[in-house]
């Protein structure tokens, strides 16, 4: 081998070390946060005084939320029940036939699906209509007399 050809092939050696070096930051900020996963996080929804026995309250929580490369702001609703036994329930406010939103009619006493006329109890059962299942029912806990409820 010539010192010419030896001295070309160390040239694009030392090139093809040198680029592939370089392109490894780059690829990994690029393939890394879409496989990065979110953390469990509690959304703090109130005061526990600002719920009453007998009487849902939907509150709207807002929480960023990473898609991939993408961060976004999450608004969603819940409802807040206090059930006769002093036993506290996160609702979601969405209804399990076809996904609507479902509000809380106090003169029946239930959540009612507009959509459908599906009926839910205060407890998030269902009582008439098409729903399949129950509300959804989401983790919560109790910190200093605040709520705190965990979304998935
Ligand atoms: S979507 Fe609620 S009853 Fe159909």
């Given at each position: 081998m010539s010192r010419r050809q030896w001295l070309d092939r160390f040239v694009k050696l030392s090139a093809t070390i040198v680029a592939g070096v370089l392109s490894v930051p780059p690829l990994v900020m690029l393939i890394v946060?879409?496989?990065?996963?979110e953390k469990e996080r509690w959304l703090k929804v109130g005061p526990l005084s600002d719920f009453r026995l007998g009487e849902p309250k939907a509150v709207t929580l807002a929480y960023q939320r990473r898609d991939g490369w993408v961060i976004r702001t999450v608004r969603t609703s819940v409802y807040v029940v206090v059930l006769p036994n002093g036993k506290v329930k996160v609702l979601s406010n969405i209804c399990t036939h076809a996904n609507c939103?479902?509000?809380w009619?106090?003169?029946?006493?239930?959540?009612?699906?507009?959509c459908h006329d599906g009926y839910f109890a205060i407890d998030g059962s269902v009582k008439a209509g098409p729903p399949p299942r129950p509300l959804q029912e989401f983790p919560h806990k109790v910190e200093n007399n605040f709520l705190f409820v965990r979304l998935s």
């Open positions: 946060p879409a496989f990065r996963r939103a479902v509000r009619e106090r003169e029946k006493q239930a959540f009612f699906c507009p």
